[in-house]
């Protein structure tokens, strides 16, 4: 059985063909969409979701036209995000991504969005859908002609099944915030009194659903969110396993049974029937190490060739003549913390005989890993087990065997690399299959 899973993520779509019963992969494709648009104000962060259907439609009917039509296809997407559609489908807005940071300019008596809704339901963040929405409506930004609120990968699906209302996961839900997961609703008379506007919001399915059909009458799943579909995608044993993700950002998922209740630095996340999925996020994560390269070209006035490989041969000598207890302390985080956006990176354990710039790349590296480490730390308190199995993914990891094996030395386990590079893609078409 032939299945084609669709990652839309905030710089690249990903698609598969993957054979279900082998679990293997058939044919691929990566297209950086280059979807960004100029915000109109600070902390504004969009993108064209009527360039990203154009391009995922187009790569669609190019694969089908190489590989033959599919028994069904699945759905996956940067999670947060919204955006409004009006009574016949259509975007009327761009896609406000996870990135979007006007949640936090103050509002009513000095309070953002955030603050409103976090004294209301508990949680929130900048850059959730709900949080977006209610700045929105309180600046009066949203189009009259708006009628419901999607994310990208619910709206491609319904184009591609040419339907007028979007459906959402509890998933991509649960990411809006202000959401209740063991009632798989969101907080409707919560909300209610920080004076949002429900209307807008779509039905929510409790399980993993088909949205529709193509023209060619081809199944089409229900989004589900990027986060559970790189775990699926990536792990075999899903109980025993700690997954850590680097790219872009960088994220820890770990598997509960059962229902607990966050830390704060925590969110639990519907994943599967009979379990939930613990996931920690770093807002810059793999990110600092691309800044750190922004840095080498900058100091060094090569300002066009990639400096990545000198960092990792002055991190690699420097380990080698010194050892990892010499180099820099780094917290990398440098754009915040969900639950304190205004936290800033902190670099301390300079000394003479250490100031060495592979000092600084090791401590940038073990930053990232650490501030993952401590997450995955409240998981096992939250669930009173650990892992046996960690793997890794995402390229920031994938293309730094340094950064492997220290993820080895601080987890205590042997890591382990998924055979294919699009998880989340695949995590996708595997959940298509199971729905046939």
């Not at 060739?305 to 380990?319: G, I, N, P, Q, V």
Request: proline share 3%.
């Amino acid at each position: 059985m032939k299945i084609i899973g669709i990652d839309i993520g905030t710089t690249s779509i990903s698609m598969v063909l993957i054979d279900w019963e082998k679990r293997e992969l058939l044919a691929s494709r990566t297209i950086h969409h280059q979807s960004f648009l100029e915000g109109k104000e600070p902390g504004e962060k969009i993108q064209d979701p009527e360039k990203i259907w154009r391009l995922v439609k187009e790569a669609l009917d190019e694969l089908i036209c190489q590989q033959g039509q599919p028994e069904a296809i699945g759905l996956t997407g940067q999670m947060h995000g919204i955006l409004y559609v009006d009574g016949r489908g259509e975007a009327v807005t761009p896609l406000y991504t996870w990135q979007d940071e006007r949640g936090l300019r103050p509002l009513e008596e000095g309070k953002s969005s955030v603050d409103i809704l976090r004294e209301a339901t508990g949680s929130a963040a900048a850059g959730y859908g709900l949080v977006t929405h209610l700045y929105l409506q309180k600046t009066g930004q949203i189009p009259g002609q708006a009628k419901r609120i999607a994310g990208i990968s619910d709206y491609v699906a319904m184009k591609l099944c040419g339907l007028t209302e979007p459906a959402i996961g509890m998933d991509m839900a649960a990411s809006w915030g202000g959401f209740q997961l063991e009632a798989g609703e969101f907080c409707r008379e919560k909300l209610t009194q920080t004076g949002m506007d429900l209307s807008y919001l779509p039905r929510v399915e409790k399980e993993q659903f088909l949205v529709g059909k193509t023209r060619e009458g081809i199944p089409v799943m229900g989004a589900i969110g990027d986060n559970q579909a790189s775990f699926l995608g990536a792990v075999e044993d899903v109980y025993d396993t700690v997954l850590i993700n680097v790219g872009t950002g960088s994220q820890i998922s770990f598997v509960s049974r059962n229902y607990v209740e966050g830390d704060g630095t925590i969110e639990l996340r519907p994943c599967m029937k009979d379990g939930y999925l613990l996931a920690g996020s770093s807002l810059c994560g793999g990110r600092a190490y691309a800044l750190l390269e922004q840095f080498y070209r900058e100091v060094t006035g090569n300002r066009q060739e990639s400096c990545y490989e000198t960092m990792y041969r002055d991190a690699e000598t420097f380990l080698q003549e010194q050892g990892m207890e010499q180099a820099w302390k780094v917290r990398t985080t440098f754009s915040g913390t969900r639950k304190d956006p205004g936290q800033t990176g902190e670099i301390s354990g300079i000394t003479v005989k250490n100031f060495h710039p592979g000092a600084m790349t090791v401590g940038v590296i073990r930053g990232i890993l650490e501030e993952l480490y401590q997450q995955y730390e409240s998981m096992c308190r939250l669930t009173g087990r650990r892992a046996g199995r960690l793997v890794g993914s995402g390229n920031g990891l994938r293309q730094n065997p340094l950064m492997q094996k220290m993820a080895e030395e601080l987890f205590q386990l042997k890591l382990e690399i998924p055979r294919y590079r699009e998880e989340a893609a695949c995590g996708a078409a595997f959940c298509a299959g199971k729905l046939l």
